[in-house]
């Protein structure tokens, strides 16, 4: 098991760029995959980027070219860089892990909340 926790959620004018840290309460190195979903109010959640342990990354469409996903495996960290925010970024953003190729994704952090005004 592995507890996560989130932090560099907030408040940005459309335009502007945050950065979502990802700490680990235990080594991700041995995590296939460790991603970041958003659940905005009343929409399901999506997965908006996720990166394997070797460093092979996937985005959403709608934010590609957007957001950088990144992993410090020495600091057991992951991080979602975001730039040219929109307001329709706004949502509740959670860390996850999933174990293996074949595994769920069942490390979950308790999300932080970004939101963007126009």
């Known amino acids: 098991q592995v507890q996560l926790v989130e932090s560099g959620g907030g408040l940005v004018q459309a335009g502007g760029s945050l950065r979502l840290s990802c700490a680990a309460s235990?080594?991700?190195?041995?995590?296939?995959?460790m991603g970041w979903y958003r659940q905005a109010p009343g929409k399901q959640r999506e997965l908006v980027a996720s990166?394997?342990?070797?460093?092979?990354?996937n985005y959403a469409a709608s934010v590609k070219g957007r957001f950088t996903i990144s992993r410090d495996n020495a600091k057991n960290t992951v991080y979602l860089q975001m730039n040219s925010l929109k307001p329709e970024d706004t949502a509740v953003y959670y860390c996850?892990?999933?174990?293996?190729?074949?595994?769920?994704?069942?490390?979950w952090g308790q999300g932080t909340q970004v939101t963007v005004s126009s």
């Open positions: 990166i394997t342990s070797v460093g092979s990354t």
């Open positions: 235990r080594s991700i190195s041995n995590i296939n995959s």
């Open positions: 996850a892990g999933r174990p293996g190729v074949q595994s769920s994704w069942s490390y």
